[in-house]
């Protein structure tokens, strides 16, 4: 038996614009997903997960491709959830060559769908431990690499490097393209508000796509936000947190503008300003889900724990760790 865990992340800056090669800045935080597996001899594959769901679920199915079942990633969020360990599987089946089965169990404290990378987290510490369960460690850019081929897979060809990067090798790190690289660990004071709600990631990005071929304006925003990225990378050495702020507020606005944003993530944005954050901001795909506020006193977690439709309001430690192999 193998266990190895990985960390979710925020966007600071840069989300959907970075899968058309703006650059982004991310941060890995302590919320982890933990994925523990264990060889079996019949080539099946078994994914239970505690905490995936409110009642959690057991699924399993055959190695063969078309023993699998035929859902869409939109379906249900344990579907989708299933379709990341599957393709991660698949990713550990590719590097040894071996059709081998497991049974995988996971847990997380990474709300699903949400914007904090719950999915790159799986996928990075499934094919950890599936991998190293057949006795190959992976280095961390193989292991990212192929976390990001799963994401890509599931999401049918939406997805950059970004999350899969972040949640393998921890801490801060920027991406512009195909260029994934670790950056100062910025010293910054992360409070996430969660709606309880979920965004379609596949269905948000392609939506930034249409608008974008559609309307020159979405994408002049897109360029935009790289715009505010950049400028947010120069106030992040700087150590210049109010600018930091108010670069996150421009591409909250930005992010609005390509129709990303919702009712529940604009009222705990607006509560954290209200309150005194020094920003805020959407984090992740959008549609619902979590936003990421920049706060060094208590009063932004304290106002969004009491505003309505925020679920969980909590502050983020950076990950400076990002896979861990614990068995
Ligand atoms: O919501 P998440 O954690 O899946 O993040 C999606 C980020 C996007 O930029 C919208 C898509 C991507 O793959 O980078």
Redesign the pocket.
Known sequence: MTRSSAP??V?LF??????YDEP?VLCAIERRAQVEVEQRSDGKLRVHAEDLSLDGFTVEYGAAADDRPDVDVSESLVTAATQYVDSAIEQVRDVTGDEVGFDVTIESDIPL????????AVAVAAIDAGTRALGTTLESDELADRAYRT?YEV?EG??????TFCSATGGAVR?EGDDCRPTESPDVPIVIGFDGGA?D?GE??SG?RSLREEYDFAADTVEAIGDVVRNGEEALVDDDLEEVGDLMNFNHGLLSALG?SSRSLDTMVWAARDAGALGAKL????GG?CIVALDPTPEAETALSFTPGCQEAFRAELAETGVKRLE
């Open positions: 979710g992340k966007y840069g989300e959907h614009a970075v899968v982004a769908g949400a914007g904090l990378g719950s999915s790159a994401e999401q939406q997805a950059s490097r970004a999350d991406v965004g990631t948000l990005v930034v990303v984090t992740g795909a959008g889900g």
